[in-house]
């Protein structure tokens, strides 16, 4: 190809990764993902660039978020080869980084790991700082889902310290939403709502659409546990809104849970029986196995409040299995530990059902009250 053609097909190829790059923070996936691949194509018989690295790297990203998880990994894939062979040490640290993304989404916090760690050795090789802090907090995510909760904050905090010393809002914004989560998780709601309330004020002040909408949606769910039931719903409708304009389905599908629950919470168990029907169906089209084990643990406690309890330890059988696969430990005892208190009050129900209509027991005359699985 002669120089004046491949300059121009440079030119042209960088000109269509800005107009994807803007068409993704609109949440135009769509439209990104044409533009990637229009760029990818003028530069497919070139030699292979640190451009064209990161081309395949957020076409990747875009397929992840359209729920086309394994064209995302293969996209990948190829983003690290193509880096690897330029020298392009910040393109292969982050083509590790989602790879690893990805593997944490499929369960396998392992192999999450050892990817991570990779990305965060090339990542400081590189000198990227920015990188290396986003690694510091996916780790600090790996951590929460483990149940290291103390372990997630200490990499939290010292994310969100090198974010705010150079001045990276975008990233503080999103240590902020997982500080916020953590918090959640403590049961700590208060700090939780100064937390997301912090990374809101960042997220619209860029007009970060997709950010403010993960914040809107965690948010909720603060709310929803200081039974502020009006702001929860007005957070979830705008959260869904952003997610569903710009087709980002794992969003949309996490949304609908967090209503679900709130639904529940406040009394209308069909609504919440409906949502988290629709948003566990969006967790198993897009292969995000958390999401399903999440939905059906609500469920399950739906079912169990309005008597289901067959239903409801079926649902929590399959939802701790998912946990363990996924390695959430915390996730999987707490779930044991309600399952153990419903089957109890399974078994007193039917020693009550066998002494009579008084529930008196004939051999040794004990009363039986009803309890409440917690």
Known sequence: MAVGASEARLHDALELARGGRAAEMRRDLSGALSR???????????????????????????????????EADRMYADSFNVADRTGAIAAKASALNCRAVIAQRRGDLEEATNLYRRAARHAVEGGEIRLAGMIEQNLGVLANIRGDLDGALVRYRAALRAFQEV??????????????????????????????????????ARR????????????????????RWDESAAQLDQALAIARSGDDLARVGEALKFRGVLERERGDLETAAS?????????????????????LRERGE??????????????????RRGFKELHA??????????????????????????????????????????????
């Open 36 to 70: 990637y691949e229009e760029a990818r194509s003028l530069l497919a018989e070139a030699d292979p660039t640190p451009l064209y690295a990161n081309l395949l790297r957020w076409s990747g990203s875009v397929l992840r978020d359209l729920g086309r998880v394994e």
């Open 167 to 204: 001045s990276d809002d975008e990233a503080v914004s999103w240590v902020l939403n997982n500080m916020g989560m953590l918090l959640n998780d403590l049961g700590l709601p208060l700090r939780a709502e100064k937390s997301f309330l912090q990374g809101l004020e960042i997220a619209k």
């Open 208 to 227: 970060d659409r997709p950010m403010e909408g993960v914040l809107r949606a965690n948010y909720s769910e603060s709310l929803t546990a200081l039974k």
């Open 275 to 295: 949502l988290l029907d629709a948003a566990l169906s969006i967790g198993q089209d897009v292969a995000d196995p958390l999401l399903v084990a999440e939905c």
């Open 302 to 319: 739906l079912r169990r409040r309005r008597g289901m309890s067959n239903e409801a330890l079926e649902d929590w059988e399959v939802a």
């Open 329 to 374: 430990t915390l996730d999987a005892d707490n779930l044991t530990v309600r399952m153990e208190a419903l089957l109890d009050q399974v078994r007193r129900s039917l020693l009550h059902e066998g002494t009579g209509t008084n529930g008196t027991h004939t051999a040794n005359g004990t009363r039986k009250g009803e309890e409440t699985a917690k």
